[in-house]
C-alpha cells in the first residue's frame, strides 16, 4: 500500500498512519515514531517518482521523530540504554 505524502496535500489522508502518529500522546509514540521512520527507509520504488516518494516519506518520518524528541518525547525503545546484565560498575 502507498503511502501519502506529508503533510496532505490532498483530501482524505487522514487515513495516514504517520498523521495519526502526530496525534497520539502515550507512552509507546516513541516507538511508533521509529517504526514509521524504519519502515519509510526501507521503502523502495522502481521509478524516479517513486524514489523520491520514498525518499519524502522517510524525511517526513523523521523530521516527526525530531519534533517529538526535541518536545521532550522519550526515546525510542532502540534507543534507550539497556541495563548491564553481568552488573559491572564504572572503572
Known amino acids: ?8 496535500t490532498r483530501p ?3 487515513d495516514d498512519p504517520l498523521l ?4 497520539a500522546a502515550r507512552p509507546a509514540h516513541a ?3 521509529y517504526d514509521t ?3 519509510a527507509l ?4 522502481g521509478s524516479p517518482a517513486q524514489r523520491a516518494r520514498a525518499q519524502d516519506n ?8 525530531d519534533m517529538w524528541l526535541r518536545s521532550g518525547g522519550e526515546l525510542p525503545a532502540p534507543w534507550r540504554p539497556r541495563p548491564n546484565p553481568g552488573g559491572g560498575g564504572e572503572r
Do not use: Q
Open 42 to 45: 526501507k521503502e523502495r520504488g
Open 31 to 33: 516507538d511508533a515514531l
Open 58 to 65: 522517510a524525511d517526513a518520518a523523521f523530521s516527526v521523530l
Open 12 to 14: 482524505g489522508v487522514s
Open 37 to 39: 521512520l524504519s519502515d
Open 1 to 8: 500500500m502507498p503511502r501519502t505524502r506529508f503533510p496532505p
Open 20 to 23: 495519526r502518529l502526530l496525534g
